[in-house]
């Protein structure tokens, strides 16, 4: 029996035996090229091949696993066309007179380790989609290579993936019905093996090292994507333990399951409303596999940062329309949008700031560009014709913000009713409560709308005065910290108290720990993935809410 220690990426046990996926050194050795204008047009017909491929997988991934995997092909197709990258596939093949094939991996070389030794982990993987993209333009130049590139298929059995680290192009070409799951020796929980594998619900471990080697292929294993062990030919004992572990883990998936058409209420008669938060249409077949109640939280901006220039009031009509409609009649809450500090899009044109996290962002760039709010606002009310759509303004600290953009609201139906175009009148109106302000005036902020949404990411890291995107802060960076679960209570009450509700559609919201809390203080929604739909669900139906205490308030 062998047991390696990797770093668990996605949570529970698989079985079965492990299948490696080859990959060659990858190497191009140079050789003269046939004049740089006959290779700068091989390069030109191989690029524009793999973008086409690119394009395809993208759509594939669409279709099959989801957006995030499809954008990152997006990606892909845009660094094989990035001005340094390619200027510097050109200035090489000018001034060496190599081969195009050499260029291109030259290029590949440079550029991947540009970014492997950047300090941004996330930064750090994309090396791997560099060294993917300039991997397929080689290939479609043709040239000679060792470098299967994926795994070789071998019977019909299922079977655990082993590999270095799996290419994005690599896991949309793997047949999914056959992989129980994945261990790599390299990457992170933000690499493509590791986001395939969360997508997909099954376990998988990287960062195992070079002790994961080929000699294992074919071996019976377990690997367990919580502990990160991987235990390879198991004794007899070993092997009871894990089966147990693993009969647990399918009794409490199926658990789950058996949630689905469940109410969303106490043992003792409490409701509270389960929802989901979205970035795309595309995510509401996942809203409705786990059964989410409604979109708590559709974060409307991605409209704006997959666009090269300003969405028009058509396309963001479908996008809104379509969430609607396939909600069929349950409450899609749109955020308005919110760009600025870690979310920037370059058409915007906004000035660079010190301090973007408390600058130009979200409602703020709305109130200061009519125009875009004005095109924002006529897409959500006339998508509001065809479901139960409420409108959600982010980033508020004042009444006057609020004030400002009900007018917006107020003219846009007006131009609307003049148009003779339908729209929901009563349709809601609510805003994020993520600023300290915003807890401080909560009760005149109540007095204006229809509901209140908590943002925990920015309340806690305005509150704590924590950015957020920084990962060093450590134990600072406390969503726990009494200060924010009180700035909670403190919304939660002045919300009854002005009788509208209030709902959390931060990260915290998913945190099961905290459900108790979130009763006693009152909560009456919580947004989340729609992967912590049913879980929440099963906790919310086993907990008595008169018992549920405010403990975690006391410092
Ligand atoms: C939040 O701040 O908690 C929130 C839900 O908004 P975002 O994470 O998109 O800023
Ligand atoms: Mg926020």
Redesign the pocket.
């Known amino acids: 029996m062998i047991i390696l220690q990797g770093k668990g990426v996605s949570g529970g046990i698989a079985r079965g035996c492990l299948l490696f996926c080859k990959k060659g050194s990858g190497t191009v050795l140079r050789e003269d090229g046939e004049g740089s204008e006959r290779e700068n047009s091989r390069f030109a017909s191989a690029q524009k091949l793999s973008i086409e491929q690119l394009e395809k997988l993208a759509e594939k991934c669409r279709r099959e696993i989801g957006e995030d995997e499809a954008v990152l092909f997006e990606t892909h197709a845009m660094l094989a066309l990035d001005d340094d990258y390619v200027s510097c596939i050109y200035d090489t093949i000018e001034k060496d007179g190599c081969r195009a094939e050499y260029a291109v991996h030259l290029a590949g070389e440079k550029f991947s380790s540009l970014f492997s030794s950047m300090d941004d982990v996330y930064m750090r993987e994309r090396a791997a989609d560099i060294r993917d993209v300039t991997r397929r333009i080689i290939e479609n130049l043709g040239a000679e290579s060792d470098d299967e590139g994926t795994y070789r298929s071998r019977g019909d059995g299922q079977f655990i993936v082993a590999a270095d680290d799996l290419a994005p192009s690599e896991t949309v070409q793997l047949d999914k019905s056959k992989i129980l799951g994945f261990v790599t020796k390299y990457g992170s929980s933000n690499s493509h093996t590791a986001i395939l594998a969360r997508t997909m619900g099954i376990p998988a471990v990287c960062a195992v090292g070079d002790k994961l080697g080929e000699i294992y292929d074919g071996q019976f294993a377990y690997i367990d994507g919580e502990t990160g062990e991987i235990v390879i030919d198991p004794d007899e004992v070993t092997r009871r333990t894990l089966d147990e572990k693993y009969e647990r883990i399918k009794e409490t998936e199926e658990h789950f399951r058996s949630m689905i058409g469940k109410e969303d209420i106490t043992l003792d008669g409490k409701r509270m409303m389960l929802y989901c ?1 979205i970035s795309s249409p595309d995510d509401i077949h996942a809203v409705l596999a786990n059964d989410g109640q409604g979109i708590g ?1 559709f ?1 409307s ?1 991605f409209l704006y940062l997959a666009a090269d220039d300003y969405p028009t009031e058509e396309e963001q009509l479908e996008a809104y329309r379509s969430a609607a409609s396939a909600m069929n009649g349950k409450r899609v809450i749109i ?1 308005t949008l ?1 760009i600025g ?1 870690d ?1 920037q899009v370059d058409y915007f044109n906004l000035k660079k700031e010190e301090n973007p996290a408390m600058g130009l962002r ?1 409602v703020r760039i709305c109130l200061n560009r009519p125009d875009v709010f004005r095109t924002q606002l006529r897409a959500l009310y006339r998508a509001s014709a065809y479901g139960k759509i409420a409108i959600m303004f ?1 980033m508020i600290t004042s009444v006057w913000e609020v004030k400002e953009c009900r007018r917006a609201c107020v003219s846009v139906m007006q131009e609307l009713r003049e148009e003779g175009i339908p729209f929901d009148s009563e349709c809601e109106i609510g805003i ?1 409560i ?1 600023t300290p302000a915003s807890v401080l005036i909560a009760e005149e902020l109540a007095e204006h709308v229809d509901f209140f ?9 305005y509150t704590l005065a924590c950015d ?1 995107q920084t990962g060093d802060l450590g134990k600072f960076f406390d969503p726990y910290h009494p200060a924010v679960l009180r700035a909670l209570k403190i919304a939660a009450d002045a919300a009854h108290k002005k009788g509208i509700w209030i709902g959390i ?4 919201g998913s945190d099961l720990s905290l459900l108790p809390t979130f009763l006693a203080i009152g909560i009456d929604e919580l947004s989340v993935p729609p992967s912590s739909i049913l879980p929440l669900r099963a906790e919310l139906r086993q907990t008595i809410a008169k018992t549920c205490e405010l403990d975690l308030l006391e410092t």
């Open positions: 938060n939280l974060r901006e955020r919110d500090a979310k979200a982010p994020m993520e949404s908590v943002g925990t990411n920015d309340l806690t890291q957020r559609c931060g990260e915290l």
